[in-house]
């Protein structure tokens, strides 16, 4: 498995290279073995950091190195539907305009997401582990980073973030910085219940019908028969073929987009059903909690490191969801007066008064989660913020 993994970097070029002369047109199937073969050689690399963390870290870097910075998907979508009009306007059979794996497929992109945050967050276990601390919180932020770059997978972004963050709190507490460590292990909890609840199993299915399901299968076999038209020569097909690759393209991406009210309406036949009201209330919800981003944000601007911030549980798309909303998160309740216990305690007296308030701001939102009543939520989620926001402010700085 090492000496796979040293071939990392000759296995990464991708789609930038266009226009590649005298070139073997490769089959579509290749696209599924380039990402499989770089997570393969990472997970190899993880097995290895205990008896040989230098070689592992050194796959790490060469993999991060070696690797095209990952863009936003819908560029690669773009750049996936030029490389295939070029590729339909070249003399057949004599060059091809793929040399590579494609990230513009949702499934390869998020394998290339996937291996970007496991060399990341790889990297900042065995900087830790040698006492380079200030390495591996910069190896974890950019960890953090590049999992929001998946947006279309919920279930497999939630168990990475929860990685970085049980990573987050082990650099803390080598620190001694007990308080930060406690949030960030609040944000790990936080992020697994949700990835256990109601929703976060849908999410789960959902992203697998989309990486492996009619979408992703109608796109790899309009792509075949696309390669097969052009490689025969027959331009006439080809570029019929083209056409469906690019609607299919097109398909997938506007799946990607409605995902989560596709799935709702679809549920209720297009009727406004309380289960929609829910879904919609929970998008408000969502954009309360960007708002409440800007209190946070205003922490980050007083001094707060970026990693800080997105260790706070404001960081966390379905936090405010998941208070209000049991098929969100099942125990989010529990595990807020859990923190705030926890806190209280390795902080002492002066920090019970403060751990009373975030209790009874939860106990207020419960008559909501019971009902599934959302009238009146924001205002409650609101006051919860101000009273939860004092308090992490405050937990943060406990220290040994």
Known sequence: MLKMAKTVLALLPLIGCLGCASYVPRDPAYFLGESSDVLRSLEAARAQEEKAPSEALRIYQDFLKGSAPLEPFPSYQEQLK?????????????????????????????????????????????????????????ELLSAMEVIKRCEFCPHTSGESLTESYLILAKIRQTQGQIGKALVAQLSADLVRDHVRSERGVEEFYLEKSLLFGDVARKQFNETQRFYNAVNIGQAQEAQARFNAVATSVS?????IQGMAAQQALEKSGGIVTPEVQRA????????VSAQLNVISNEMHAGGQSKVEFMSTPWAIPTFTQQLVDPKQ?????????????????????????????????????????????????????????EVFNAFLTQVQEIKN
Not at 370 to 379: E, I, L, R
């Open 329 to 385: 998160g099942a125990n989010t309740p529990a595990i807020m007066k859990d923190f705030a216990a926890s806190a209280a305690q390795a902080g002492g007296a002066s920090y019970q008064a403060g751990a009373q308030q975030v209790n009874q701001a939860v106990d207020d939102l419960m008559p909501y989660r019971q009902s599934a009543k959302m009238d009146g939520a924001v205002p409650q989620v609101e006051k919860f913020a």
């Open 280 to 287: 919609q209330i929970s998008a408000q919800l969502a954009r």
């Open 251 to 255: 398909m997938a991406n506007a799946h």
């Open 82 to 138: 030029k490389a295939l009009d070029n590729k339909g306007k070249v003399q057949y059979g004599s060059a091809s305009n793929f040399h590579g794996e494609s990230r513009g497929f949702p499934v390869t992109y998020a394998r290339w997401t996937q291996a970007f945050a496991l060399a990341h967050q790889g990297s900042a276990r065995v900087c830790l582990a040698q006492g380079t601390v200030e390495s591996a919180e910069r």
